[in-house]
């Protein structure tokens, strides 16, 4: 059974930084390409940014402006993958998502598996 979990949310003040960490098992970790995702209240979910399988190619979406970093490790004999997030806006306030895809994509619908996200609030 796979199971992405996310962690690492919180409040913080503008200016800010955040990370975030999405432990994977019951997949071979390194056949997927691992996405984040965010979807603020009233919103649409909005692709943020993908590590590759075999990292360490990495695309992030516009708004992201070099803010962000994603990175993919072993932590603690769980295959985890970091959303490092600097710089946070009240605009960046939104639940967060990671998720599995066997093709880089920045298509939600070509992700197969999800995790539950996990809440980041930016104060003005």
């Known amino acids: 059974q796979v199971q992405l979990v996310e962690s690492g949310g919180g409040l913080v003040q503008a200016g800010g930084s955040l990370r975030l960490s999405c432990a994977a098992s019951?997949?071979?970790?390194?056949?997927?390409?691992m996405g984040w995702f965010r979807q603020g209240a009233g919103k649409e979910r909005e692709f943020v940014g993908l590590?590759?399988?075999?990292?360490?190619?990495?695309?992030?979406a516009d708004f992201v402006k070099g803010r962000f970093t994603i990175s993919r490790d072993r932590d603690n004999a769980k295959d985890t993958v970091y959303l490092q997030m600097n710089s946070l806006e009240p605009e960046d306030t939104a639940v967060y998502y990671c998720?599995?895809?066997?093709?880089?994509?920045?298509?939600?619908?070509?992700?197969?598996?999800w995790g539950q996200g996990t809440q980041v609030t930016v104060s003005s």
């Open positions: 998720a599995a895809s066997p093709t880089q994509t920045m298509q939600a619908a070509s992700y197969h598996f």
């Open positions: 019951g997949l071979t970790f390194r056949n997927y390409a």
């Open positions: 590590i590759s399988g075999w990292g360490p190619t990495t695309y992030f």
